[in-house]
């Protein structure tokens, strides 16, 4: 008999006499073998008839208690991540990620209304890892507007929506690091720093 089986037969021993104004002491033969040689085992039941007998002499852990919570505690930590999902969760899990599409699908998707007008960046840079556009549209934000090299030909695109009969001044960063002008704009100005602003005239 383990000690969770111990467990049960002995929460099952005590429902069966909870009549009985004290726990007794003697426990069934059943169920005293397992205690004897388990100090654990041993240490719960004490506990339980001191419980019950509060003039009993007061129980000391066994020495190496601590010792055996912690690698009971560490094998649990250290089991398969996989068995802690079950099936149910993927089901709701792969539930949800199919609601989500079809939200997007179903739902009308935003617009530009007659005050802005959609411009089409793009910029060679067949060797970044990154590019984006920072510009008076969005307060010169390096991260606000990324561009993506969607057929992996070396080309970076955005389009973005912007009010009309307005003057927007950008540039392009590459990497997070290299700011450049646009070498395809056809209106360039300084931006007072040394470098060089591409101009769009909306």
């Not at 020495?63 to 969760?89: E, G, K, N």
């Not at 007008?117 to 008076?136: E, Q, S």
């Not at 010169?140 to 080309?155: A, H």
């Not at 990497?175 to 100005?189: C, F």
Request: proline share 8%.
């Amino acid at each position: 008999m383990n000690c969770r089986e111990w467990e049960k037969n002995f929460k099952n021993w005590l429902q069966a006499n909870e009549t009985l104004d004290v726990i007794r002491p003697t426990l069934p033969r059943s169920l005293a073998e397992h205690p004897a040689g388990c100090p654990a085992c041993r240490f719960r039941y004490q506990v339980f008839a001191n419980l019950s007998q509060p003039d009993s002499e007061p129980i000391e852990a066994p020495t190496d208690l601590p010792r055996r919570v912690m690698a009971a505690v560490q094998r649990r930590s250290a089991a398969p991540v996989y068995r802690r999902f079950s099936i149910p969760a993927f089901a709701v899990a792969v539930a949800a990620a199919a609601f989500a599409a079809v939200l997007m699908i179903t739902l009308p998707t935003r617009r530009p209304d007659s005050s802005t007008v959609t411009v089409r960046l793009a910029l060679a840079a067949p060797r970044a890892r990154t590019v984006a556009v920072a510009g008076d549209w969005n307060a010169w934000n390096p991260e606000s507007d990324r561009l993506f090299d969607v057929n992996g030909d070396g080309v970076w695109e955005i389009e973005l929506h912007l009010e009309k009969n307005k003057e927007y001044r950008y540039q392009f960063i590459i990497n997070g690091e290299s700011w450049i002008p646009d070498p395809r704009a056809g209106l360039q100005v300084e931006d007072g720093f040394g470098g060089t602003n591409s101009v769009l005239d909306i």
